[in-house]
């Protein structure tokens, strides 16, 4: 029994030695991997990248985006240091067409940042936005074209209804040659006389005389244009009043007009489906739509007489010229046939119509700080989404602008 004994105490020892060896390599936990968020790009396809890492401090990170869309835009005004209010809102806007692919960013963005505000935007046209404005239906209009005179008294003046500056974009002329690989060139006289339909063939000598060395098609031209009140309509007319006395005295400028003929179709996206359906078409849309959908587009000569593209760079040229000489304390301004060299001639703003006097304040305080940010940080998911950002100077004309919004009697903003 005694050695027994001896022997289970000898192996207990042994057991309790071998645990404590077996414990000398620490337990380590692997370290975590930043996970991965998807980045919609303006084809659709999903772009995988990095998640912005925590920070210990109260600085903003680099955000590294890829994929086109999520680009920031160089030179794009930035505020990060403005303290967004928290709760709850939905805001309710609608009108242009134009503006669409970026404010469905924008849109998409701040709720992001801000989950409790959420921005319902309706791509209805200009016509339509500037009509629910003024019907007060929604928290803000959205028109790539100012109101009228009349629409302005209607709303109050501009002590009541504001235009604020939300992008710049430009207005091509996309085409359907499916032979035709080089892109052709316009000038303003040319594109009035198509869409006046004074030129009904392709190869008319005007176009080829634009064009030498490209073999156009002797093909019918269908030209196709907005159904309905439309702010790229107004930006396109305003641009065919300067450069065709012939269509100054005929059409005019406009949201809505009465075109000498072509087909018809409702919003950038009816016209740019309208194009990629029909040979031999034309029609004007905003640029994004040309892009996103690869259609070709021509370039447009300018009041300088160079051809230039609707780059972001030569719409913003287009847009410093005209602001750095003068526009009017209502925002109400063109920027079409811009004098500057590498000015793109089809250009145009797209405005926020806004009151003044917010009756609901948690809507006119969450309205508010989301114009701020689409006015400052918003701005760098301009050009990956070909529009311009806003220039400095006009930045600081809108924050004029929303710091006169009233909820009740206190400002919305900050």
Not at 396 to 412: F, H, L, N
Request: glycine share 10%; hydrophobic share 35%; with cysteine.
């Amino acid at each position: 029994m005694k050695l027994r004994s001896a022997l289970a105490l000898c192996l207990l020892m042994a057991l309790i030695l071998g645990a404590c060896d077996s414990g000398s390599q620490p337990t380590t936990t692997p370290s975590a991997e930043a996970p991965t968020t998807a980045v919609t790009p303006a084809n659709g396809a999903a772009t995988e990248t990095a998640a912005t890492p925590m920070t210990t401090d109260n600085s903003t990170p680099t955000q590294a985006m890829t994929g086109g869309v999520s680009s920031p835009t160089e030179g794009a005004v930035s505020d990060s240091n403005v303290n967004y209010p928290g709760g709850s809102a939905n805001l309710t806007g609608a009108g242009s067409t134009f503006v669409n692919p970026l404010m469905s960013k924008w849109s998409q963005e701040y709720n992001k940042l801000y989950a409790g505000v959420k921005v319902n935007y309706q791509s209805i046209g200009s016509g339509g936005g500037r009509k629910n404005f003024l019907d007060k239906t929604v928290d803000f209009g959205a028109s790539d074209a100012p109101l009228t005179d009349e629409q302005f008294t209607q709303a109050g003046g501009p002590d009541k209804a504001m235009h604020i500056p939300l992008a710049m974009g430009g207005v091509v002329l996309a085409y359907n040659l499916k032979d035709v690989t080089t892109q052709l060139k316009l000038d303003g006289p040319t594109i009035a006389n198509i869409f006046l339909l004074k030129i009904n063939n392709w190869n008319d000598p005007a176009i080829t005389a634009l064009n030498p060395g490209v073999t156009l098609p002797n093909q019918p031209i269908a030209v196709v244009h907005r159904s309905e009140g439309s702010g790229t309509t107004d930006i396109f007319t305003d641009y065919l009043s300067k450069v065709s006395p012939d269509w100054k005295s005929g059409p005019g400028r406009g949201t809505s007009i009465q075109w000498p003929g072509g087909i018809g179709s409702q919003g950038n996206e009816g016209v740019t489906n309208q194009i990629k359906l029909t040979s031999g078409a034309i029609g004007y849309i905003e640029l994004s739509y040309a892009k996103n959908n690869k259609l070709p587009y021509a370039l447009a000569k300018n009041k300088a007489g160079n051809f230039v593209d609707a780059t972001a760079a030569n719409v913003a040229e287009a847009g410093d010229s005209i602001i750095k000489s003068s526009i009017p304390a209502d925002l109400r301004y063109s920027i079409t046939d811009a004098p500057s060299a590498n000015a793109y001639p089809i250009a145009g703003t797209v405005w926020a119509l806004v009151y003044a006097a917010q009756a609901d304040t948690a809507k006119g305080r969450a309205l508010a700080y989301f114009l701020w940010w689409t006015t400052h940080d918003g701005q760098q998911y301009s050009d990956a989404l070909f529009y311009a950002p806003l220039p400095q100077s006009l930045v600081g004309r809108d924050e004029a602008q929303i710091k006169r919004m009233m909820c009740g009697a206190s400002p919305c903003f900050p």
